[in-house]
């Protein structure tokens, strides 16, 4: 069983429309979380970590549900400009800090 | 402003052949990372250091070693080279405490 999982997509979705992600982690021990964003052919770059009261930065809201093992990132308002690549990442001290992916939701948006 | 950066963007290499890639960051990192990154399977960890001289096996370390012989430096070795290691490789580093995690530009191997 994978550590992290993501649906792959694509999701396609109209420039201003509402998009949620959700990635699901199966160690419940796990105490970091993270949402990054990569483009096409660049390396992979933090988009926001997410904390267990939940947080949010302009358009962008992620979330953890720890009763559940997983965490969401919901984009609102879509620009041309969030096309990308989106990966959770989890990390939990006790694997000497290894940081486990999602194998990554390609979000296109659409003019 | 952080910065991780790798020997190369793109790399040919034949079978058979050994490759070093290298990966240098600025940041007086503790801890850096190698993966893998191909279609469908996303960011496989190759091999981990949290410090000098010590390293650490990910996930699919077979086929690869690292060398760590200062903090800034961790380098990626294929023994040799096969087709199947032709993929993205992507360095990575962050400090102590698990915080977000910088990554380099990534090294397009391509091994014929």
């Known amino acids: 069983r994978k550590e992290v999982e993501q649906d792959p997509g694509p999701f396609n979705v109209p420039e201003g429309a509402t998009v949620a992600f959700n990635c699901t982690y199966s160690n419940s021990a796990s105490q970091s979380f993270f949402w990054y964003r990569q483009d096409c052919r660049k390396e992979p770059k933090l988009l926001m970590s997410v904390y267990s009261s939940g947080n949010e930065d302009g358009r962008f809201t992620a979330q953890l549900n720890r009763a559940s093992q997983y965490i969401s990132l919901l984009i609102r308002d879509s620009k041309l400009s969030d096309s990308a690549t989106y990966l959770c990442?989890?990390?939990?001290?006790?694997?000497?800090?290894?940081?486990?992916f999602g194998t990554g939701t390609s979000l296109t948006v659409i003019p | 402003d952080v910065k991780v950066t790798q020997s190369s963007r793109y790399l040919v290499k034949r079978t058979g052949e050994k490759v070093f890639l290298e990966c240098v960051q600025d940041m007086d990192h503790e801890n850096m990372f190698w993966y893998r990154q191909d279609p469908g399977l996303g960011l496989r960890l190759i091999y981990f250091s949290y410090d000098v001289k010590m390293k650490e096996k990910g996930d699919i370390p077979e086929g690869y070693s690292v060398s760590r012989e200062k903090k800034e430096r961790f380098s990626l070795i294929l023994e040799s080279a096969s087709t199947n290691q032709t993929s993205m490789y992507l360095c990575?580093?962050?400090?102590?405490?698990?915080?977000?995690?910088?990554f380099g530009p990534g090294t397009r191997l391509t091994v014929t």
């Open positions: 990575a580093s962050v400090t102590q405490g698990a915080y977000e995690q910088y």
């Open positions: 990442a989890v990390n939990d001290f006790s694997t000497g800090n290894q940081f486990y």
